[in-house]
Nanobody, 122 residues
Framework: EVQLQASGGGLVQVGGSLRLSCEAS????????IGWFRQAPGKEREGFAC???????YWVDSVKGRFTISGNNAKNTVYLQMNNVESEDTAVYYC????????????????WGQGTQLTVSS
């Protein structure tokens, strides 16, 4: 069974840091691009970062330089390190796996993890 499990969300103050994790199972981890998405209240879900065996991509300017996506193949886990968070980062964060083994926007995931909530307080 294909599963993605996102975790690590919580309440963080503006300027703080947090690391999200996405643990994958049921498929060959390195054969697929893994993306991070987020959905803020009242907004559509947006994909903003992706990792594959070929590297990483960031698709939203507001996260560039603050968020870092990384992976550990041995643990089948992708991480999202978020630094200097802003109130606009408040959202439910999701990870998802794409059928492709490289990052391509827009992603069309075949499997989604349940979301994890990040709330940034001022």
């Amino acid at each position: 069974e294909v599963q993605l499990q996102a975790s690590g969300g919580g309440l963080v103050q503006v300027g703080g840091s947090l690391r999200l994790s996405c643990e994958a199972s049921g498929f060959t981890f390195d054969d697929h691009a893994i993306g991070w998405f987020r959905q803020a209240p009242g907004k559509e879900r947006e994909g903003f970062a992706c990792i594959s065996r070929y590297g990483t991509e960031y698709w939203v300017d507001s996260v560039k330089g603050r968020f870092t996506i990384s992976g550990n193949n041995a643990k089948n886990t992708v991480y999202l390190q978020m630094n200097n968070v802003e109130s606009e980062d408040t959202a439910v964060y999701y990870c998802a796996a794409d059928p492709l083994n490289f990052c391509s926007k827009p992603m069309e995931p075949f499997s989604w993890g349940q979301g994890t909530q990040l709330t940034v307080s001022s």
